[in-house]
């Protein structure tokens, strides 16, 4: 479902298939994701996508000022807008899991949740530095800054409070900031993910769960099952390999399924037709390429399996937490800002161990960084990038992972990238005086956050609404508010949640430290595909200046080929094609509806 909004009404205008409120100024598809309350011109409070208030709370809300935590005060991924007759002010959720757009139109301000569709109502074409850095720099967030992959449409900056009115400039203020708070963080996790598994069982108790065996997924089916009313067993649904009937995730699956006498688990083997890579330009239309681009075969045949076979229309995933639930290497830097020198040394040893790599090094780069603000990392980025002398080496204590350019980016590539990071350094940091570690995490969980948006929108082709309650607000608010002297150890495999989970995961289950690899797969797909994607190459990034198709065609065989190197960026170049050459379908229509059709509120 999408829905968005104007600054002033301009007659109804709303996408093709979507309703109109009476004033025009509010505009949604579907029936549900959003709750009005008031009326415009004395003040309408719009909350928009899930959220655990009730109605009675949220009437209150339009009598009095909204509160600064209001747009993560309760479970769920969500947004608040007030609408008055000139302006509008947008609360958008610190984590960025209900991203919200705008473009200027009209002399006022159009907003949506969906980025294409504002394209279309301005005809705006791809913006081509936008596709750079998403190819290019995949690991540095930061650099995206507010763009789009639409030119003229921009993100408004999660936690924040943005007034839309008659300026040309956004007005925005920064309320949400996850300085640290007293006490160990598991009590709260627990509340909260609680709280975010009953507001989707509630809403749709016959939902479905992703079982793989890892922590975060049994956690959230197991929660699930205990929340689920009625006597009936909740679907726990288990994606391995054809002809794999045992293996570490199957193992610790079915153990989880045990668990619970209301957890019914289904087995889905999927065979070479889903391998990575299969027919990726087949991808269903979303705002930017969704993170399951390259998996798009296998995640729609368990998306219209579980919709035809178990009538799933709500399904739960636990992506977002390893990126919520992991510490960046930078969280030795920390320890020894904060002068806990011994730990920094034990935690730095245990990385050590981890990473195959010497300790004193590690401890070297921790102190550099310490003096080393994000500004001033990303200035130095920008000057790398400019020279050509991109750092290398992996798992070093930094700012930004070491990716090095591959040999197929162009010098208008490189030019791009250096422009949008020194364009991003020059911009005053909205939360300074956080800590290195928590500072990374919000740059990472907001790129998972927004980009696992598209992921829903890709789940919304095949019938099902995708839910990721590790990427709530409540959620994210929680742990990245946790104070450094409780936080896991660097190398530890999520002690917070194991701890928070204590009595809803089988003690096995919870002492778990790996999580199985899909690489294999990935270099399987990539070898059945290698003819269709060496044709993609000569296309929309060639034709956009960004890549050499001769180097790319070369180093695509190479990867196939086994010879070993990272897939980051050539992942995100072959899902950032299959994206583009969604655009030639037919763009979002607007249009004004029929008499009575509106959306009510």
């Not at 004033?23 to 309408?44: H, I, K, M, N, Y």
């Not at 990385?351 to 004193?360: D, E, T």
């Not at 070491?402 to 991003?424: F, G, I, K, Y």
């Not at 290195?436 to 829903?456: F, G, H, P």
Request: proline share 8%.
């Amino acid at each position: 479902m999408i829905f968005g909004g104007f600054t002033c009404g301009p007659g109804g205008l709303c996408p093709a298939g979507a309703g109109s409120a009476p004033d025009g100024q509010l505009w949604q598809t579907g029936t549900s994701g959003v709750r009005a309350f008031g009326t415009p011109g004395e003040g309408r409070v719009v909350v928009l996508g899930a959220c655990g208030a009730t109605d009675a709370e949220l009437r209150v809300l339009v009598r009095r000022p909204l509160p600064e935590d209001v747009a993560w005060r309760w479970s769920g991924a969500y947004a608040v807008v007030e609408q008055y007759a000139q302006h509008t002010v947008v609360h958008t959720d610190p984590a960025g899991a209900l991203p919200l757009y705008v473009t200027r139109y009209e002399g006022g301000w159009a907003w949506s949740n969906s980025a294409r569709a504002l394209a279309g109502l301005t005809g705006a074409g791809v913006d081509p530095v936008r596709v750079a850095v998403a190819v290019f720099l995949p690991h540095v967030p930061a650099a995206v800054g507010t763009r789009t992959w639409f030119t003229g449409v921009q993100q408004l900056p999660p936690g924040s409070r943005i007034e839309l009115g008659g300026s040309r400039d956004l007005r925005c203020a920064t309320i949400w900031r996850p300085d640290p708070v007293p006490g160990p963080p598991h009590h709260r996790l627990r509340w909260a993910l609680e709280d975010a598994v009953r507001l989707r069982v509630t809403s749709d108790p016959d939902l479905t769960c992703d079982l793989s065996g890892g922590l975060d997924s049994s956690s959230l089916a197991l929660l699930a099952a205990t929340a689920r009313p009625g006597g009936g067993a909740l679907p726990a649904v288990t994606v391995p390999p054809a002809g794999r009937v045992d293996g570490a995730d199957l193992t610790y699956a079915r153990l989880a399924a045990a668990h619970h006498p209301r957890l019914s688990h289904h087995l889905l083997p999927l065979g070479t037709q889903h391998l990575p890579y299969t027919d990726i330009t087949a991808v269903p239309v979303t705002d930017e390429p969704a993170p399951s681009t390259l998996t798009r075969a296998r995640l729609e045949g368990q998306l219209r399996w579980m919709h035809d076979r178990l009538g799933s229309r709500t399904h739960l995933t636990g992506d977002g937490g390893d990126s919520v639930l992991f510490l960046p290497p930078a969280h030795l830097a920390d320890l020894l800002r904060h002068r806990l020198y011994r730990r920094a040394a034990s935690e730095a040893a245990g990385w050590a161990r981890l990473r195959h790599r010497p300790v004193l090094p590690l401890l070297r780069e921790a102190r550099a960084l310490t003096d080393t603000d994000r500004a001033h990392a990303l200035r130095d980025l920008a000057c790398a990038l400019e020279t050509g002398a991109m750092p290398s080496g992996q798992g070093d204590v930094r700012w930004f992972p070491a990716l090095p350019l591959p040999p197929w980016a162009t010098n208008t590539a490189t030019r791009m990238l250096s422009a949008a990071v020194h364009e991003v350094a020059a911009a005053a940091d909205s939360l300074p005086g956080l800590d290195l570690a928590v500072r990374i995490l919000v740059d990472d969980v907001r790129e998972v956050a927004r980009t696992a948006a598209a992921d829903a929108q890709l789940a919304a082709a095949s019938g099902i609404e995708l839910h990721n309650p590790f990427l709530d607000a409540r959620v994210v608010d929680t742990v990245l508010r946790t104070e450094v002297r409780h936080r896991p150890p660097v190398h530890a495999y999520k002690p917070v949640l194991a701890r928070a989970m204590s009595g809803v995961l089988p003690d096995p289950l919870a002492s778990r430290t790996t999580k199985g690899s899909f690489n294999a797969d990935h270099y399987t797909g990539l070898r059945a595909a290698l003819p269709e994607l060496q044709h993609l190459a000569d296309g929309r990034l060639a034709a956009l200046g960004l890549a050499d198709p001769t180097l790319l065609r070369a180093h695509l065989a190479q990867a196939a080929a086994g010879i070993p190197m990272s897939l980051a960026i050539l992942e995100q170049a072959m899902a950032a094609e299959a994206w583009l050459r969604t655009l030639d379908r037919p763009a979002t229509t607007w249009s004004r509806p029929r008499e009575g059709d509106h959306t009510s509120g």
